[in-house]
């Protein structure tokens, strides 16, 4: 209901009272994602689930916005990792050259590192 009439605060409000963290979690994301960008980021930030959203997108599949959002500084040690889930979820799905490609992006980020 809040959500349709885009009363986000609110409908994170109830989500974290009467449904819990992941049901929070859950609002706060989609509401980061109305937003996208900077503001995402500084919302995110602002409640505290930057990095819980960066690995819920990434467990939905969701991986351009969980890249968007590790762009933060303090996100940069999880694009290792972002890129593996990546390499491995293409690779379920069957998309071979995909996959590779994230994986030389693994490889290459850990050899500057």
């Not at 351009?64 to 999880?78: C, G, N």
């Not at 050259?97 to 030389?104: D, K, L, M, P, Y």
Request: charged content about 30%; proline content about 3%.
């Amino acid at each position: 209901m809040y959500r349709v009439a885009d009363m986000w605060d609110d409908a994170f409000r109830v989500a974290k009272q009467h449904g819990g963290a992941n049901a929070a979690k859950q609002v706060a994301y989609v509401w980061s994602k109305t937003l996208g960008g900077d503001s995402a980021i500084r919302l995110l930030l602002k409640l505290g689930l930057l990095e819980q959203c960066v690995d819920y997108a990434a467990e939905s599949g969701a991986f351009p916005y969980a890249f968007e959002l590790s762009k933060h500084p303090s996100m940069t040690e999880k694009l290792p990792d972002l890129y593996l889930k990546q390499a491995m979820h293409l690779e379920d799905e069957g998309k071979f050259g995909e996959a590779e490609a994230s994986f030389i992006k693994l490889t290459d980020r850990k050899k500057r590192c």
